[in-house]
């Protein structure tokens, strides 16, 4: 999850009007050893992104060729970062850097003895630039494996201002209320929501969110390590919450079968596209970058979002993701790969990304001034603030096995829920069965 100290990023703030954009970036940044010093060399950087988001990330990696020399050539991987990185090393074929989207991930391949601890550059920088959460959860066994350089908040709902202003609706401060909006817009004649069920982590960001809310941090704390089983009551209470919407045709653009037909790119095409089915989409604050790049939304007039809402008279959640950059001991440009973290872990990166949008930096060095719209900045604002109560992603902190496998575990059982939400208790049953054999694994 993400915690952040408000007080630096407010005197980091200040400090830049006062002197200057380069005042808090901390000056020139020389990757590698000063310009051009990697010439003649390629970076083979393997993530999950594609689209908007691989193109966005390559602005970054031609900065680093620009700064440095050396040459970037990425691969996406598509959701199952695991296998398919295993594969290539198996294969000798090894990327030199992998942004692995989960914690779970993260450890995985320390324990195969994959990754190269992060350099002493890269860990200074992340000791001066970032919160401690984010050098926790790169860690594994007390050694620096992985960089933060993506953050996701992923606890924003977003919405067509037009959709909801033509109900008379406010955006709600409980699920609830949520739920009764989206009925409102839906007598209107739209659905309330698109739903991304043919994506089946979204569904367990949706899961999380209620969880975290209505069940409170120490019981998500102990979920995410399965310290507590998933047929807890706690667990089924929030199946239940969820199971609320996922029934409910009136909400569901499509309904089940539409939902369940819609990946997480179509969801926001349902409420931000040229034909608009439905008038909000849950997901992080990623939204922003698609509404923009792929239909020219501008974010704050035509796209906004409110805090995903308190559930049952709890604090309304803070959820995070995050994508860590790791070098692999097989990769076969070890000085160039390193160079490349180095790089990363500068606010200098942060902000070719965060001007392009659809990201968030967890590098409180960053100037939030690089970000291109306010909604954008008060998002990363609000993140850096969150502190402690932010919790990472459960899916993402569990094996991938369970967390992060399509068709496989948490993914594929709340993908069966979604298609029939009548048994929270059997669902309950089947995820942790799932769970207990992948942690013991």
Known sequence: MMRRRTTLLTSCTALVLALGATACGGGPVTAGGGDKALGGQTVTVAGVWSGTEQKNFQKVLDAFTEKTGAKTQFVSTGDNVSTVIGSKIEGGNAPDVVMVPQVGVLKQFAKNGWLKPLSKKTQQAVDAN???????????????????????????????????????????????????????????????????????????DWFENVYLSQAGPEKYDALAAHELKWTDASVVEALTTLGKLFKDKQLIAGG???????????????????????GMVYEGDFVAGVAKDQFGKKIGEDADFFPFPAVDGGKAPVVSGGDAAVALKDGKNQKAAQALLEYLATPEAAAVWAEAGGFLSPNRKLDLASYGDDVTRATAESLVAAGDSVRFDMSDQAPA????????GEWKLLQDFLRDPSDPKGTAAKLEAAAAKAYRG
């Open 401 to 408: 096995a369970f967390g992060g496998t399509k068709g496989a």
């Open 256 to 278: 089940q079968k539409g939902a369940l037909n819609t990946d997480f790119p179509g969801s926001v095409e349902k409420v931000f596209g040229p034909k608009a089915e439905a």
């Open 130 to 204: 970032y919160a401690g959460v984010w050098k926790d959860y790169g860690s594994v066994d007390g050694t620096l494996y992985g960089l933060y350089f993506k953050a996701a908040h992923k606890s924003t709902v977003w919405y067509s201002p037009d959709a909801l202003a033509q109900a008379g609706v406010k955006p709600p401060k409980t699920y609830d209320e949520m739920l009764k909006a989206g009925r409102t817009v839906s007598d209107s004649g739209l659905a309330a929501f698109s739903v991304a069920g043919q994506d089946g982590w979204t569904l367990t």
